[in-house]
């Protein structure tokens, strides 16, 4: 059974970091590529971060460029998402998911709010 744990989400000053995690089971982690997105309120959820299954190939969202590092530890079966220079319009819950076959399954995700 797939089970996708989010964590390390908050409050956070704009300017501010965190780091979320992502621990995966049930699954053969290191062979899915993995990707974060997030949904606030009122609005579809989009895709924030991809990174390859060994971790060599990642992809952002415009709107996070140079500003998020997607990352994963295969031996962790955990994927991070660090959050620098955070502004309010990164308000929202942040989800992991695995790319493929297991796309459907998605875990309870983290908020994160972006507030003075």
């Known amino acids: 059974q797939v089970q996708l744990v989010e964590s390390g989400g908050g409050l956070v000053q704009p300017g501010g970091s965190l780091r979320l995690s992502c621990a995966a089971s049930g699954f053969t982690f290191s062979s899915y590529a993995m990707r974060w997105y997030r949904q606030a309120p009122g609005k579809e959820r989009e895709l924030v971060a991809h990174?390859?299954?060994?971790?060599?190939?990642?992809n952002y969202a415009d709107s996070v460029k140079g500003r998020f590092t997607i990352s994963r530890d295969n031996a962790k079966n955990t994927v991070y998402l660090q959050m620098n220079s955070l502004k309010p319009e990164d308000t929202a819950v942040y989800y992991c998911?695995?790319?493929?076959?297991?796309?459907?399954?998605w875990g309870q995700g983290t908020q994160v709010t972006v507030s003075s």
């Open positions: 998911n695995a790319v493929g076959p297991l796309r459907d399954s």
């Open positions: 990174i390859s299954s060994a971790g060599g190939r990642t």
